[in-house]
C-alpha cells in the first residue's frame, strides 16, 4: 500500500470523512488552496470528498498550513489543482483613478505562487484576482463576474452568480468580500472531474497553455 505524505490534521479528518462515505479516498483527487482566506475556493472540493490543504498566513481564518507563501513550498504527492488568490486589494487600486497612486502593485505573492506552481507541477492550476490585475498578469483566460482566472484548467461553463446580494462588509475583514462563491467553486469541481473520467491523453483544456507561466507586462 501506498503511504500518504505526512499530512495536517484536518486534512486526515478529511480522509476519515471520505471513508465513512464509502469514497475511494485513497484515489481522491487533491487540491492546494493557496491564499485560502475563508476557503470558498475550495468549499465545493470539501464537500466532493476531495483531500484539500488550505494555506494562508491568517491564524483567525483557521488554514490546514499557516505560513507565509514566500517561504513556503510543497513537499506532498502531485496535487490535481492548485488554485492562488493572492491579495487583490493594490491591483484594484491601481486600476481606479480616483485612487490609484501610480505605483506598481507587489507582486510578491503572485511570484511565490507562479514558484509553488512550477515546483508541484499541479496537473491543473488557477491564479484568481481581480480585472484590474490584466494590467501586470496579463489577459485572463476567462472570467466568471468579478473573478477574474489565469491558468490551466478545463473550460467552465457559465456558472452563474448571484451578485445582488448586498453585504455589509467591514472595511477590517477584506478576506469577506473576496470570498470566492460557491457556485464558481462547484463550476472548477465539476470540470476537473469531467475530465478527469478520460484517459488522461485525452485532456484538452483550452484556453492556457499546460505550462505555469504568467506573462508579467
Not at 476531495?50 to 481564518?61: C, E, S
Not at 513550498?73 to 501610480?102: H, I, K
Not at 455589509?168 to 468580500?177: I, Q
Not at 478520460?198 to 504568467?214: F, M, N, R, V
Request: charged share 25%.
Amino acid at each position: 500500500m501506498t503511504d500518504l505524505p505526512v499530512a495536517p490534521k484536518r486534512w486526515r479528518d478529511v480522509l476519515d470523512t471520505a471513508l465513512e462515505h464509502g469514497a475511494h479516498a485513497w484515489n481522491a483527487l487533491l487540491m492546494l488552496d493557496l491564499g485560502s482566506g475563508l476557503g470558498g475556493a475550495s468549499q465545493a472540493m470539501r464537500e466532493r470528498n476531495w483531500r484539500v490543504v488550505m494555506v494562508d498566513i491568517d491564524p483567525r481564518l483557521s488554514p490546514d498550513v499557516i505560513a507565509d507563501l514566500r517561504q513556503w513550498s510543497w513537499r506532498g504527492e502531485r496535487p490535481d489543482l492548485v488554485w492562488c488568490s493572492p491579495p487583490c486589494d493594490e491591483f484594484a487600486r491601481e486600476s481606479m483613478p480616483w485612487c490609484a497612486t501610480g505605483q506598481t502593485p507587489n507582486l510578491a505573492i503572485v511570484d511565490a505562487c507562479r514558484r509553488i506552481i512550477a515546483e508541484c507541477e499541479p496537473r491543473y492550476w488557477i491564479i484568481e484576482n481581480v480585472k484590474g490585475a490584466q494590467r501586470w498578469l496579463g489577459q485572463a483566460v476567462t472570467h466568471v463576474g468579478p473573478f477574474y482566472l489565469w491558468g490551466h484548467f478545463p473550460p467552465l461553463g457559465q456558472p452563474r452568480l448571484n451578485m445582488r446580494k448586498k453585504e455589509n462588509y467591514s472595511s477590517n475583514a477584506p478576506e469577506k468580500r473576496a470570498r470566492i462563491p460557491l457556485a464558481l467553486s462547484l463550476a472548477v469541481a465539476w470540470a476537473i472531474e469531467e475530465q478527469l473520467e478520460l484517459p488522461l491523453d485525452h485532456l484538452e483544456p483550452t484556453g492556457a497553455k499546460s505550462t505555469p507561466e504568467i506573462q508579467l507586462v
